[in-house]
């Protein structure tokens, strides 16, 4: 691969003359295959287009593979790779080519270049030309062994699909635009500032958020092994903030990258069956679709899914630890952020615990926690009444965050029905009203000096 610059932001207008060259070699191909005699001009426009491919490549126009791959790897490239990884590219890059490039291969079924396509277009024949090629294909080469290229299917008709690294660093978007199966967009946001935590939790959440947005640095500019992930697990009693931390780090991600990170969330239902292999399969579709893309995958009450093997008396209980073993290699593969929760860390199969990158542990909130979360969960434009004591209110009983941000919310309804300020009676029969979601009956003893307050609200 030829020397390339070291400064400068090569964007995707760079690559512009390699999809015209592959637009060209298209309608080569189909000029031949329907018998049709291309017309004088085009010979000089196809050797126009080859200089300006050349061109680009001598000025750099593959350089942004430098953020995603090693220097070793990009020193090995050849003039073929990179004609079949723009090949492979093509109908992604220039999504007008993708119905050309199926008419032209109607046995694979699929818009993806096959082999047998690429020969042709790139004009390979004889044995030697045909070595070299397969050998650019081959499970250890540059081209494959960096992942920039995929060679999926069975031999004669397998097909050659882009990596998500390259789609990235080339085109400056995700692989995939369309929500992965089994999962759901979430809009959780939030600052650090909004974060009520420990100083270790936050530093560990931070960490986190360098560790997704240094991999690729790290991997490719600092010569780093190869690794996956991270992969985090959440700890802590319901309503501590764990899906909310998701949220912080997804949005302090998009402003250190200049691009949007989406939060996805598991949704357990369209991913188990109680078939068997079903769960796993659908597992496989949904980390698949998100291989590359910046997303992160959060997974609530993940007891469930990680739970602890037990011992085997039949082909049931087999089963089930194979299935636990499949989602804890799966999860480890898988090339992006994944974050767990669970209310209890013990739940919690310690075969995966050794393989999380980070554990971080959100603990109840203490008094002054929870008189910093009852000021910010009140609506900033609510008037607040005179006897409105904050530092009371967190005394008086202990809640967790996700039931002071209900409370919070019922207490403004409260005093907006009335038309008054949000006071102690409002607060009061708030947060009495949440611990009864317990389903028991709640002593005003419960709520310690709310409970003077508790009949002031109607």
Known sequence: ?????????????????????????????????????????????????????????????????????????????????????????????????????????????TAWPGVPLAQELLMLDG??????????????????????????????????????????ALLGRDPELAPPPGATLSAARGDWDDLILPSAARASLRDLTAWIAQTDRVRSAWGGRQTHGPLALFCGASGTGKSFAAGVIAAALSERTGAPWALYTLDLGRIMSKYVGETEANLNALLDSLDGRRAILQIDEADGLLGK???????????????????????????????????????????????????????????????????RLLPPGAPRGLDLDLDLVAGAVRISGGAIANAAHYAAILAAERDRSIGLAEVARAVHAELMKDGRQVRKTEIGSLADHLGEAP
């Open 309 to 375: 093997r037990g011992e085997v008396s039949d082909a049931r209980d087999r089963y089930a630890n194979l299935e636990v073993s499949h989602m804890l290699s799966r999860f480890e593969r898988h090339n992006g952020p994944v974050i767990l929760t669970t209310n209890l860390r013990s739940n919690v199969d310690s075969a995966f615990l050794r393989r999380f990158q980070l554990v971080v542990d959100f603990p109840a909130p203490d008094g002054p926690a929870r008189a910093e979360l009852w000021n």
């Open 1 to 109: 691969m030829n020397e390339l610059p070291k400064d400068g932001d090569l964007g995707p207008a760079m690559l512009d003359a390699e999809w015209a060259r592959i637009a060209q070699l298209l309608a080569l191909a189909e000029a031949q295959r329907t018998g049709q005699l291309v017309d004088d001009a085009f010979s000089d426009t196809f050797d126009e287009v080859n200089d300006a491919v050349e061109a680009g490549r001598a000025q750099g126009s593959w350089h942004n593979l430098a953020a995603v791959v090693p220097a070793v790897s990009l020193e090995q490239l050849t003039r073929l790779d990179l004609d079949i990884l723009s090949l492979a590219l093509a109908p992604v890059a220039r999504p007008v080519l993708a119905p050309r490039i199926h008419a032209l291969q109607p046995q694979m079924g």
């Open 127 to 168: 044995a030697a030309d045909m070595a070299v090629f397969f050998a650019a294909l081959a499970p250890t080469s540059a081209l494959v062994g960096s992942g920039l290229l995929r060679v999926e299917g069975e031999s004669p008709y397998q097909i050659l699909r882009p990596g998500p690294l390259p789609i990235r």
